[in-house]
């Protein structure tokens, strides 16, 4: 058993995580309105890809390019290169919140292709969170509706994709890969964007260069206090506290912004935050 000070750390980082995805999401939002989205999406590829090489380099060696199923990894990180994409696109048209809470249905997804491709079955409770989750999504993007935004399917496409990020990471889940992985996660969209990124290319000013440095950073930062996180407490402790990064998405972006905080958005991503954190409820019980 844990001590609860462990328990204690592995909450504060996965808080932490969710402070600075939200915060990298809303410098990309700025700069997706002054720079073309592809060189956003590099920016936060590339700086991320050079810190997390320079930290494995110095912490395993040249262990972690050594993998036992690359096609997957190439699979895992393309899907994760699709998704960013998507929703970066979606950032530079709709506000950060929705497109955040949007991005949350994609636990719920997991639940779905588990039973698609994994053969799992879920019982009635777990159906219900799922038809649940899909209730909160059309909330927020608000079908038929006349002020719906079609750029709200981005983000909504993005937890898709996500969805097969995630049950491919599980697919990769293991001691032998976990170095690989980390690296595989930005290396080769990394080095795809930088060969596409100059046919778009325009000159940042200094501060919006800094700004692309601080996005890379904090998807670094994000991800290792995550993966950081996870070491000291199991993914059954830490899973509710994954949605601090909605509440902190909606705090930038109503605060810093200035996007209107729409009743239906609050409603949906409570209603979508209830459905996972009841996958998860149930998910933690039947393993117990």
């Keep these: ?61 040249t262990t972690f390019l050594k993998t036992r199923r690359p096609l997957l990894q190439l699979t895992r990180g393309g899907a994760l290169l699709t998704a960013t994409a998507m929703m970066y696109l979606g950032l530079s048209k709709i506000p950060l919140a929705d497109a955040t809470a949007v991005m949350f249905f994609a636990p719920v997804l997991v639940t779905v292709l588990s039973v698609v491709f994994l053969g799992e079955r879920i019982g009635l409770p777990r159906i219900a969170a799922v038809l649940a989750g899909f209730g909160g999504v059309l909330l927020i993007v608000r079908p038929g509706f006349a002020d719906t935004d079609p750029y709200l399917l981005l983000p909504l496409g993005a937890a898709i994709v996500v969805s097969v990020y995630f049950l491919l990471t599980r697919a990769l889940a293991g001691p032998e890969e976990n170095a690989a992985t980390l690296f595989h996660t930005t290396a080769a969209g990394a080095v795809i964007l930088s060969l596409v990124v100059p046919f778009v290319w325009e000159p940042p000013s200094v501060a919006d260069f800094a700004l692309m440095v601080g996005i890379g950073t ?27 990064q909605v509440l902190f998405a909606g705090i930038y972006s109503v605060v810093l912004i200035g996007d209107p905080l729409r009743p239906t958005l609050v409603i949906g991503a409570a209603i979508l935050i209830a459905s996972g954190l009841t996958i998860w409820w149930r998910e933690n019980r039947r393993k117990a």
């Design 218 to 244: 904090l998807g670094a930062l994000g991800h290792f206090c995550l993966v950081s996180g996870f070491a000291y407490a199991s993914a059954s402790t830490l899973t509710p506290f994954l949605y601090a």
């Design 1 to 61: 058993m844990r001590k609860p000070s462990g328990i204690v750390a592995g909450i504060l980082l996965t808080i932490l995580s969710g402070l600075a995805l939200a915060t990298m999401d809303t410098g990309a939002k700025y700069l997706t309105g002054r720079l073309p989205v592809l060189e956003v999406v590099w920016a936060r590829y590339f700086f991320h890809a050079m810190l997390m090489t320079a930290w494995l380099a110095k912490t395993r060696g």
